[in-house]
């Protein structure tokens, strides 16, 4: 059995020496200025850029709400379009709330470690019932919030049309105990305010910052921030025992979610990895080797990667760019750990046993995706 064995790396070695596949990639590489040629992901690249062409116009009614809004409460009506816009893509998900129990277009919330919902509600004289529902109620009260942690952070304050003027109250509106992820969600609504296109008395954003797929080599590199240690446990994992990915979307934002598994709360919760939809950054909070909770019984042999959004709204959540960069984290945990890049390794959260979840949900792209991850799981193996 040994000597077979040995015998076989020999006759792969010789196979190597004779093909020399990484001496053809080098010369591919050195004709087209040392990028990856890989025909698929070019493919990908084309389609993604017309996918992105696309862009939002936010409808007449809610240009009303948030201008309403602004005049009652002083906060500029496009700061409080960018931070619906990243709550929820301006959607009320019909009274659905998000994983951390908010509501409505701004993500009012209400859990025993956030009660922005009932503060709103507070400041605003607007009843819970009306701010979880109605759409103008809801952005009436978040510019209440807005309003009342700007005058909390800089006191003497006077109106500003200038967005960064209000950084402070909008690090409070995410209020992390970590102020590194209250910073990275500022620079997100910031970023968001620059995808406005002014078009008359319209306001249309620009659906995704595309990143090409042939930027650069399949480097990834997360963001370490650690998950609170209730919310996974201590592991010894790795090749042989870290068999399957687990697909998942939040139903909720990047920033909220990890917030959420920073903390200790009821129903531990955390994922490995952490993916966001307008430019697929990627943050790690459980190490491969631990086990994270994310997906009950399969635990013990996955990896769990969450992607920002919502499953009922997949064409504003579901980025190419997001697609793309987790495809190749993907293709990196199935050639690290011997994974096989296929549909019975990689799957969705609601198809594994015993779920209670319907993630990803119809609307994701599942020959997108895998035609990502083959595409970048043939670049690792180069
Ligand atoms: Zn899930």
Same mark, same amino acid.
């Given at each position: 059995?040994?000597?077979?064995?040995?015998?076989?790396?020999?006759?792969?070695?010789?196979?190597?020496?004779?093909?020399?596949?990484?001496?053809?990639?080098?010369?591919?590489?050195?004709?087209?200025?040392?990028?990856?040629?890989?025909?698929?992901?070019?493919?990908?690249?084309?389609?993604?850029?017309?996918?992105?062409?696309?862009?939002?116009?936010?409808?007449?009614?809610?240009?009303?709400?948030?201008?309403?809004?602004?005049?009652?409460?002083?906060?500029?009506?496009?700061?409080?379009?960018?931070?619906?816009?990243?709550?929820?893509?301006?959607?009320?998900?019909?009274?659905?709330?998000?994983?951390?129990?908010?509501?409505?277009?701004?993500?009012?919330?209400?859990?025993?470690?956030?009660?922005?919902?009932?503060?709103?509600?507070?400041?605003?004289?607007?009843?819970?019932?009306?701010?979880?529902?109605?759409?103008?109620?809801?952005?009436?009260?978040?510019?209440?919030?807005?309003?009342?942690?700007?005058?909390?952070?800089?006191?003497?304050?006077?109106?500003?049309?200038?967005?960064?003027?209000?950084?402070?109250?909008?690090?409070?509106?995410?209020?992390?105990?970590?102020?590194?992820?209250?910073?990275?969600?500022?620079?997100?609504?910031?970023?968001?305010?620059?995808?406005?296109?002014?078009?008359?008395?319209?306001?249309?954003?620009?659906?995704?910052?595309?990143?090409?797929?042939?930027?650069?080599?399949?480097?990834?590199?997360?963001?370490?921030?650690?998950?609170?240690?209730?919310?996974?446990?201590? #592991?010894?994992?790795?090749?042989?025992?870290?068999?399957?990915?687990?697909?998942?979307?939040?139903? #909720?934002?990047?920033?909220?979610?990890?917030?959420?598994?920073?903390?200790?709360?009821?129903?531990?919760? =955390?994922?490995?990895?952490?993916?966001?939809?307008?430019?697929?950054?990627?943050?790690?909070?459980?190490?491969?080797?631990?086990?994270?909770?994310?997906?009950?019984? =399969?635990?013990?042999?996955?990896?769990?990667?969450?992607?920002? #959004?919502?499953?009922?709204?997949?064409?504003?959540?579901?980025? @190419?760019?997001?697609?793309?960069?987790?495809?190749?984290?993907?293709?990196?945990?199935?050639?690290?750990?011997?994974?096989?890049?296929?549909?019975?390794?990689?799957?969705?959260? @609601?198809?594994?046993?015993?779920?209670?979840?319907?993630?990803?949900?119809? #609307?994701?792209?599942?020959?997108?995706?895998?035609?990502?991850?083959?595409?970048?799981?043939?670049?690792?193996?180069?």
């Amino acid at each position: 059995m040994k000597a077979r064995h040995v015998l076989g790396i020999l006759s792969l070695a010789a196979l190597f020496a004779v093909s020399a596949p990484w001496a053809s990639y080098a010369e591919e590489a050195a004709k087209n200025g040392g990028s990856p040629i890989n025909m698929e992901l070019q493919q990908l690249d084309a389609e993604a850029k017309l996918a992105n062409e696309q862009a939002y116009v936010v409808p007449d009614t809610l240009l009303a709400a948030f201008e309403e809004a602004s005049k009652q409460y002083k906060v500029p009506r496009d700061l409080l379009i960018a931070m619906g816009w990243n709550e929820s893509r301006l959607s009320n998900h019909e009274g659905l709330p998000s994983f951390e129990n908010g509501y409505g277009i701004m993500n009012l919330v209400s859990n025993p470690v956030k009660q922005t919902l009932e503060k709103a509600s507070q400041l605003s004289g607007l009843d819970v019932n009306l701010l979880k529902s109605d759409d103008k109620s809801n952005i009436m009260g978040a510019a209440a919030l807005l309003a009342e942690f700007q005058k909390t952070a800089n006191p003497g304050f006077r109106e500003s049309p200038n967005l960064s003027d209000w950084s402070n109250a909008i690090k409070m509106y995410l209020g992390s105990e970590n102020d590194e992820l209250n910073v990275s969600y500022l620079q997100q609504v910031l970023g968001t305010s620059k995808l406005f296109i002014p078009s008359g008395n319209k306001v249309t954003i620009k659906n995704e910052i595309v990143i090409s797929a042939l930027a650069g080599k399949p480097v990834v590199k997360p963001i370490w921030k650690a998950a609170h240690p209730t919310n996974y446990a201590t #592991g010894n994992r790795g090749r042989g025992t870290i068999t399957h990915l687990v697909i998942h979307v939040m139903q #909720g934002t990047y920033a909220g979610s990890i917030s959420w598994a920073q903390q200790k709360h009821d129903g531990p919760s =955390a994922a490995h990895y952490y993916v966001r939809s307008s430019d697929g950054e990627i943050t790690q909070m459980v190490k491969d080797k631990d086990i994270a909770y994310h997906a009950r019984s =399969a635990n013990s042999y996955t990896i769990g990667i969450e992607h920002e #959004g919502y499953v009922s709204d997949p064409k504003k959540w579901f980025t @190419s760019t997001m697609y793309n960069q987790s495809a190749k984290l993907a293709a990196l945990m199935c050639y690290t750990y011997g994974i096989p890049v296929d549909r019975s390794h990689i799957k969705g959260h @609601s198809e594994y046993p015993n779920q209670t979840h319907t993630d990803p949900g119809s #609307g994701w792209d599942w020959t997108t995706y895998m035609r990502y991850v083959k595409a970048w799981y043939a670049e690792y193996q180069k």
